[in-house]
């Protein structure tokens, strides 16, 4: 078992506090006070950098909200007899009412542009440069400190080729270098084992994504061509996005989920 699981099995043996909901209630109702603090009392580069923080979340937040807006649409009413004579001049006219309807492909279309970025885990550990990086002492005296050893999982292509060990400032190890993830398809419920084509983007940076790190929250290209999956047009997808979900170092695989 994960030795940061003692919390989880403590709750499921023995539950939680009795205050527990209550207090994490007045802790959440206490956050957004504390946020407005911290934007009021924040100065020079801190405080632009928290700006345009809750900005980003505020206009992500109006995005997604606007893309399920329903569109009003008018409906016949159900035929209801009415008591006493209706005038000549509303025998003609059909009752209607306004009513909140969406077609099956509006709805789709909406959720897809709505979840466009939404990934099954949106926040990840950030990982330290000494915790990726272990340095290599090079030189006949071993004063030289510029070569770095990855020690979390990687991906290189299948067609890499070193650079000359004098020369490679980067070491990937080939024990760590993985060319296959555990996929699983949400909708199926099912894991295929598929090839990986590259790495899409690292949480951590830049840097990392072009070596292929594949650390937790990784989004990686992987060969959905034996799936079968098929676009509207008919087409064949080949390459499809997922995201990694455990810590490929650790266990020794790499598992994903498929963003579909």
């Not at 099995?9 to 909901?21: A, C, E, N, T």
């Not at 329903?70 to 209706?86: F, L, N, P, W, Y």
């Not at 071993?142 to 770095?148: A, E, G, S």
Request: with cysteine; hydrophobic share 30%; glycine share 8%.
């Amino acid at each position: 078992m994960p030795q940061g699981d003692y919390i989880d099995l403590h709750r499921k043996r023995y539950g939680y506090r009795p205050d527990h909901f209550e207090r994490k209630r007045k802790k959440e109702a206490r956050e957004v006070h504390k946020r407005s603090e911290i934007a009021q009392k924040a100065l020079g580069i801190k405080g632009k950098m928290f700006a345009k923080k809750r900005y980003a979340e505020k206009a992500l937040m109006k995005k997604t909200l606007a893309m399920h807006e329903e569109s009003s649409t008018r409906h016949k009413v159900d035929e209801d007899v009415h008591e006493g004579a209706v005038p000549a001049y509303l025998l003609d006219r059909d009752n209607t009412t306004r009513a909140k309807t969406l077609s099956n492909s509006i709805k789709q279309k909406r959720k897809e542009k709505a979840g466009k970025w939404e990934v099954p885990l949106p926040k990840v550990r950030p990982v330290a440069e000494d915790e990726m990086f272990k340095v290599l002492r090079t030189g006949k005296r071993k004063t030289k400190q510029w070569k770095r050893m990855i020690t979390k999982a990687t991906f290189v292509g299948p067609g890499f080729t070193r650079k000359p060990p004098k020369y490679e400032r980067f070491i990937r190890p080939s024990g760590l270098r993985f060319t296959k993830a555990h996929v699983t398809h949400p909708e199926l419920k099912c894991t295929f084992n598929l090839e990986i084509i590259g790495v899409k983007k690292n949480p951590n940076g830049q840097m990392y994504t072009s070596l292929g790190v594949l650390t937790k929250g990784t989004i990686i290209e992987v060969n959905v061509s034996e799936l079968g999956l098929v676009t509207p047009n008919g087409k064949v997808v080949w390459g499809k996005y997922a995201q990694v979900t455990n810590n490929p170092e650790n266990d020794g695989c790499v598992n994903g989920v498929l963003l579909v």
